[in-house]
């Protein structure tokens, strides 16, 4: 994968990670909430349909046929019975530790109307919610105590005290007469109605009867099985926005961290990078380890890094790059300078000579015969040639450099066109057909150069040998000959323009711009020169394209 699409990867699971922890926080909080909902807040029975409980309200094991269990455990917290009827009224199961139905007759089961009853129709089978309310036996009880003896028994009175229970007395004006344990608040008449039957709604469980001599008498007691859900909703929504709020500023803490590594990951590199190429401006290209990127022993970077491994391999080649070109400006400076120092002595020196002679005809203390001013003019006539020559080679160069030569190529078949270097010293060989197409003046001085700079260096006696053949695509063109070689430092500056250790006293001729010269046309040819030399002598190849 391309570094673009590592990073853009990267950066999106980063964010997809983001993304699931922000989802997994608010499902949490929904959960905790739900919870906290359920475990404070009635399930009421009465608002179950028989489309919900159809599938699963019976347990049948064989023969066995039993209420499912999370519907005796509802029974049981709305403070009631669940019967299990088939369709001929048979009770098959019941929840509770009494039946208070068996023995009775169907029709004394259909006359039943308590507050609170409700049948559902399941699947061969009826279920029936009996509420069994908690003040009902003290009711009971209480009515028949104040009708025979016109008070309380120490029974019921301990009765009462265990659930914090008692029992008013209202006359007909509904003054409260009488309140026998505990004492709550008089009641307004209108709050014995019963306007629904909600046994985690009401706080207070009350009932009442009349008695004969039209007193009403009231039993009451707290509800055990109250559960509002206003108080556990207001309480839970505290802690919802508690958990709001602290789940946020856990975020927080998580999107600091999750900075904090995307810092290290993306950040710390890029700062790594950038002083990297500070170091380049700078011309500094040394390599540079940080111990928090790169590993200590190898100098890799660590595995998180990877992703800018392309990224620090490129420096890397551009710093070694940035360091070779200096190298080379360094070293074309030297030569630059050696080039122009050698072109100044070489200019300089016939210069002398011209100057000296030409004071010595000038001067009026001596007398010069013919013969004397004829030597001393040769002398004089040499120097400006060869002064001449240097320029015209320089001129050339320049031109060559910047193209302004053109070529004129013609068909050159070289079985009969080498043939005119054949001498004393030259032997010329042709393998096959070989026809060039090149500027056969150029490729004339090409090959004069070569062939008077290998016979100018080959001892008395030995042969320079020209050979020509086709290879592949190729056409090559050997110059070789038998001298004692060319040494390595002069080897790898051979083409350098200027370049010949030059001293213009020793008994060479040339303006030491030859092999420059010719490497410039055979490059304007689109040819290669290359050189091997070694103690058995040195080999020039040339290579053109063949059309």
Request: aromatic share 10%.
């Amino acid at each position: 994968m391309k570094p673009a699409g590592k990073l853009t990867l990267r950066f999106v699971s980063y964010f997809i990670i983001f993304y699931l922890l922000i989802i997994s926080g608010f499902i949490i909080s929904l959960g905790f909430f739900a919870f906290f909902i359920n475990g404070h807040v009635g399930d009421n029975i009465h608002v179950m349909t028989s489309y919900e409980i159809k599938d699963d309200a019976v347990v049948e094991k064989g023969q066995s046929v039993n209420i499912a269990d999370y519907l005796v455990k509802r029974a049981k917290e709305n403070d009631g019975q669940l019967y299990l009827f088939n369709q001929s009224m048979d009770i098959v199961d019941y929840t509770g530790d009494t039946c208070e139905l068996c023995g009775m007759a169907d029709s004394e089961i259909m006359a039943l109307k308590r507050p609170g009853m409700q049948t559902w129709e399941i699947p061969k089978y009826y279920l029936l919610f009996l509420p069994t309310s908690p003040v009902q036996p003290l009711i009971k009880d209480a009515f028949q105590n104040w009708e025979d003896k016109g008070a309380i028994s120490l029974e019921l009175l301990q009765r009462l005290q265990d659930k914090n229970a008692s029992v008013e007395i209202y006359n007909e004006q509904w003054d409260r007469v009488e309140v026998i344990g505990e004492r709550y608040k008089k009641l307004d008449k209108p709050q014995l109605l019963e306007e629904k039957y909600d046994i985690f709604e009401h706080a207070e469980l009350k009932q009442s009867a009349a008695l004969e001599d039209g007193s009403t008498l009231v039993v009451r007691m707290p509800n055990p099985s109250y559960k509002p859900f206003e108080e556990p909703f207001n309480k839970a929504m505290v802690l919802f926005v508690s958990i709001f709020f602290g789940g946020h500023i856990i975020l927080l803490i998580g999107v600091i961290f999750l900075s904090i590594s995307i810092s290290r990951q993306f950040v710390r590199p890029l700062v790594y990078v950038l002083s990297r190429i500070e170091r380049l401006t700078q011309f500094d290209y040394s390599e540079v380890s940080d111990k928090s990127i790169h590993h200590q022993k190898t100098g890799k970077l660590k595995r998180k890094f990877k992703l800018f491994q392309p990224v620090d391999e490129s420096l890397n080649h551009l710093s070694e790059r940035l360091s070779s070109n200096e190298r080379q400006i360094k070293l074309a400076e030297q030569l630059r300078e050696e080039w122009i120092t050698g072109l100044s002595h070489d200019l300089k020196t016939p210069l002398s000579s011209i100057y000296g002679y030409s004071t010595m005809l000038a001067s009026e203390d001596y007398e010069w015969t013919k013969e004397e001013m004829r030597i001393f003019a040769n002398t004089m006539q040499e120097k400006a040639t060869y002064m001449d020559a240097l320029i015209q080679d320089l001129t050339y160069t320049y031109q060559l450099k910047n193209k302004a030569i053109q070529l004129e190529k013609v068909l050159l078949p070289l079985g009969t066109w080498l043939p005119q270097f054949v001498d004393e010293q030259v032997s010329v060989k042709v393998y096959g057909d070989v026809i060039l197409e090149a500027d056969e003046l150029l490729l004339k001085r090409i090959l004069d150069n070569l062939i008077t700079n290998a016979k100018k260096y080959t001892p008395t006696g030995t042969k320079v040998s020209v050979e020509a053949q086709n290879i592949g695509k190729e056409i090559m063109l050997t110059i070789a000959d038998q001298g004692p070689g060319i040494p390595q430092e002069e080897l790898d500056n051979l083409f350098e323009r200027y370049y010949r250790g030059t001293n213009t006293t020793d008994d060479t001729t040339g303006t030491g711009l030859g092999l420059a010269i010719t490497k410039q046309l055979i490059d304007l040819h689109d040819g290669t020169i290359s050189v091997q030399s070694g103690a058995e002598g040195t080999v020039f190849v040339l290579k053109f394209k063949r059309k």
